[in-house]
């Protein structure tokens, strides 16, 4: 019986192609999954396959034809009709599956855990990745602020150098106006309530700022804060922000 907790006996019967590729032989998930009956189980695989066009998937990539050697009698050998199954086909069988059938009961459970667990291992290479990126950017931050300086940008204009690369970035909006569309606290660092995507478009605006005002020796405060928003119009030009500032609800963009 396929367990839900782990079903370690759908893992063990995992098989590999010449390729390397991982599948299931549909006979071997025949008994597992209440099947005495071939051609009953052959109805459920059918309708799987059914799904599997129906949602956009080519079903011939999940549910190979192929033959499969039984024992019968004295030691003897006969082929039979087998389907290599991927994994996604072994899930749309337990979703067109006998409800009424604990084991395919205990499959869709084992499924929909395994889908939820990758969702959560999805985020979580998520979340990481944003957090690397979120100290690029601060590094990257430092460095522009250094540059800044050495190109005649005094302390107290800093907030104006840096709000002209999000005026350039984000259409004319000030890093204010860019919290209050993303009902951000003005307390809060705006960097930090940025996703993955606007970090990396900021990033590159910073370094692009920065290689900017040393190649070209810029030492002029007014020129320095012109080069830092021409940047940003260019990045958000080129496609570095695509879709514009997401709203809190995730709706709609600038």
Known sequence: ????????????????????????????????????????????IKRAMTSCETSGNNADYHFAGAGKMIEVGKGGLREVDDYRLSRFACYLIAQNGDPRKSEIANAQKYFAIQARRQELSDQAAADLERLELRKQTSEEFKALSGAAQDAGVQNKMFGVFHDAGYKGLYGGLSGAAIKARKDIPEKDNLLDRMNATELAANQFRMTQTRDKLAREGIRNQAQAIQTHEQVGKEVREAGGLLGGVPKKSGKGAL
Not at 20 to 39: I, K, N, T, V
Request: a negative charge; charged letters at 25%; aromatic letters at 14%.
């Open 1 to 44: 019986m396929l367990s839900p907790q782990g079903a370690q006996s759908f893992e063990a019967l995992k098989l590999t192609n010449e390729h390397g590729a991982e599948y299931w032989s549909a006979r071997d998930l025949q008994g597992m999954l209440g099947y005495g009956q071939w051609r009953r189980f052959e109805d459920a």
